[in-house]
């Protein structure tokens, strides 16, 4: 899914049955030690948040980055979750679930004990309504794609049925869902928020406002571990702890989520005592951060794939592979990470972060050589940029970001392509991307789940074109194998499978494949227990204050 540093479009991402995920390298969350001497959690206190840039939505449909899935995964819960640490499968709605003999049948088990934000219970029905309404045409859901596996969906998302076939009540607690084949990813991907379930009459009477800053505590009910109070667009989002949570109940009374337009002043306001976290600290101050603060930070590594975008439609980029592959052997990608990043990243060598199972180490995408670039140049058509139009370079607007921006331009100047920058404000970049408006754009997606199907499906599949897939990039090939590794259920192969995929996508560049960022967290001194998953979820539930 597409998120502010991700695009966590949004932006996610193993074996049969129940899936084990801490036995495929994943054991990737980071939890900072306990330094203040009590050990005991103590409950109560609200913890103030400073996030960077507002959500998008707070409609589990429409999480399509990550500041609207950190805040979502807290109101409302999905039949499973993942473990803070390991990412391992754990039951949460769902108490268990069962596989018929051919594996394309699952019965979920539900909780006798889950109540929605008002006191009422939760039942099966309740789910089924949800996700009908996540498939349904009118939703325009850019997710619906995670029910595309079940019976029955098609008809929905056309809009030709109401209700998908393949999801049935068998009683009050037990949910049948039919798969069109045997799929060992769906039970993994239900772990995305856009499969939570909240509460659909409420939702229906919102209308338009459901998941909007004009959303009340009587239309946002979830069954979360946390209630919504409310969203005051643009400066803050308030959630509050809901007492009668069937799970886990978190220690915090209240998460004040503080919104900021850049690092730099959320940053400041941390150094002030006004909050609790930050997300990203200021561009430039990342090793005199480290040397000022070095017991509250947290450094972390996430499924994130970041990437600049050609929008294969549009010229010059559309059906000119040489143009492609000018501008990738232009830019030093390296020099940027050591200068502008202060080596806070890696560069990236393909389509998945080196964290994912199955990535492809032997991928060669090209890296920076300024005499292939003219060469290329020149094929394209362009010798030495002659009668190129200066091309439009877009990207959300963080101040790390505005620096890359200017170090690419000033990188591709130097081969005789011009490029002229326009930053964005978040919302309308997600907007512009989607419907093609945008020549060439920067990409950062989060895995919704561990899966390599998940990011290499959603960012380069043709069933994607307009949501997921900003680049509409599209082979035959690709989808074949995509199909393939979908239901191979061999580990070996699967893998297989899916480094073939990295290769035919490098091959045609669609993108230019950036950085592997190690991000840093800061916290207060009187944090402890919070955790951060390597989908950049931090588990809200287990945070106590002293």
């Given at each position: 899914?597409l998120?502010?540093?991700?695009w966590v479009?949004?932006?996610?991402f193993?074996?049969?049955g ?9 054991n ?10 009590r050990?005991?959690p103590v409950?109560?206190?609200?913890f ?5 840039s507002?959500?998008?939505?707070l ?10 899935i ?5 109101l409302?819960?999905g ?5 803070p640490?390991?990412l391992?499968i ?13 594996k394309k049948?699952i019965?979920f088990?539900?909780r006798?004990d889950?109540?929605?934000?008002d006191?009422?219970?939760l039942k ?7 996700w009908?309404?996540?498939a349904?045409?009118d939703?325009?859901s850019?997710?619906a794609?995670?029910l595309e596996?079940?019976v029955?969906f098609?008809?929905v998302?056309?809009?030709?049925l ?5 999801l049935?009540t068998i009683?009050?607690?037990?949910l ?12 993994t991907?239900?772990?995305?928020p ?7 009459e ?6 338009k406002d459901?998941?909007?800053p004009?959303?009340s ?11 919504f ?5 643009d ?7 809901f007492t ?14 503080k919104?900021?337009?850049?690092e730099?002043?959320a940053?400041?306001?941390f150094?002030?005592?006004n909050?609790d976290?930050?997300d990203?600290v200021?561009?430039g101050q990342?090793?005199?951060i ?5 017991d509250q930070i947290l450094k ?9 975008g ?5 010229d ?6 040489n143009i492609?592959k000018?501008i990738a ?7 940027i990470?050591d ?5 806070s ?11 994912m ?11 920076f050589?300024?005499k292939?670039a003219k060469e ?8 030495e940029g002659?009668g ?5 370079y877009?990207?959300?607007?963080t101040?790390?970001n505005?620096?890359?921006?200017e170090a ?6 130097e ?6 920058l326009?930053?964005?404000e978040?919302?309308s ?22 899966d390599?199907?998940?990011l ?7 069933s ?6 900003v680049?509409?990039y599209s082979n035959p ?5 995509l199909?393939?590794?979908f239901?191979e259920t ?32 800061i ?5 402890h227990?919070l955790?951060i998953n ?9 945070v106590?204050?002293?």
């Open positions: 899914m998120a502010k540093k991700n479009i949004s932006i996610a193993l074996l049969i129940t899936i084990i995920l801490s036995g495929c390298g994943l990737t969350a980071l939890k900072n030690e306990e330094k203040p001497t050990s005991t409950d109560g206190g609200v103030r948040f400073g996030m960077i507002s959500p998008s939505a409609e589990p449909a429409f999480l399509e980055e990550i500041n609207g950190e805040i979502c995964k807290e409302n819960d039949l499973i979750r993942y473990d640490n390991t391992e754990k039951p949460a709605i769902a108490e268990s679930w069962d596989y018929s003999e051919d049948v019965t088990h539900i006798k889950v109540k929605f934000h006191g009422t219970s099966a029905q309740d789910i089924i309504d949800v009908n309404r996540l349904a045409k939703t325009l850019p997710l794609f995670l596996p079940i029955g098609a008809q998302n056309s809009g030709e109401e209700t998908i076939s393949g049935k009683d009050d607690y037990t049948e869902v039919t798969l069109k084949e045997k799929n060992i990813v769906f039970l991907s239900l772990g995305h856009a499969l939570s379930i909240y509460k659909l409420a939702a229906n009477k919102a209308g459901f998941g909007t004009a959303a505590p009587e239309t946002l009910i979830g069954t979360g571990a946390f209630k109070v409310k969203w005051n667009a400066q803050d989002i308030i959630l509050e702890k009668d949570y069937y799970g886990t109940k978190a220690h915090v009374d209240k998460i004040f989520y919104i900021f337009k850049d730099s002043t940053f400041n306001e150094r002030a005592g909050l976290y930050v990203m200021p561009p990342r090793q005199s480290l040397e000022e603060l070095p972390t590594t996430t499924l994130t794939t970041q990437y600049i050609f929008n294969l439609t549009k010059p980029f559309k059906d000119n592979i492609r000018a052997y232009a830019l030093d990608i390296q020099s990470a200068t502008v990043l202060e080596g990243s890696m560069v990236s060598n393909g389509p998945l972060p080196d964290t199972p199955g990535y492809n180490i032997d991928l060669r995408a090209p890296t050589d300024k292939k290329y140049l020149a094929l394209a058509g362009y010798p002659i190129l139009a200066p091309i439009q877009a990207y959300n607007y101040q790390e505005q620096r890359v921006a690419f331009q000033a990188q591709l100047k081969v005789g392509i011009q490029v002229n326009m930053n964005m978040w919302g970049y997600i907007n512009a991307m989607q419907s093609g408006e945008l020549q060439m754009f920067r990409v950062a997606c989060v895995a919704d789940y561990p390599p199907d998940n290499l499906r959603m960012l380069y599949s043709k994607q074109w307009g949501m997921n897939n680049t509409f090939e690709v989808e074949r194998l199909t393939q590794g239901e061999d580990m070996t192969k699967r893998m297989a499978i899916y480094k073939k995929i990295q290769e035919l996508i490098v091959e045609d560049q669609p993108a230019i494949w950036t950085f592997s960022t190690n991000y840093l967290r916290y207060g001194d009187r944090v227990n955790t390597a989908l950049d979820q931090k588990d809200m539930r287990s106590w204050l002293s």
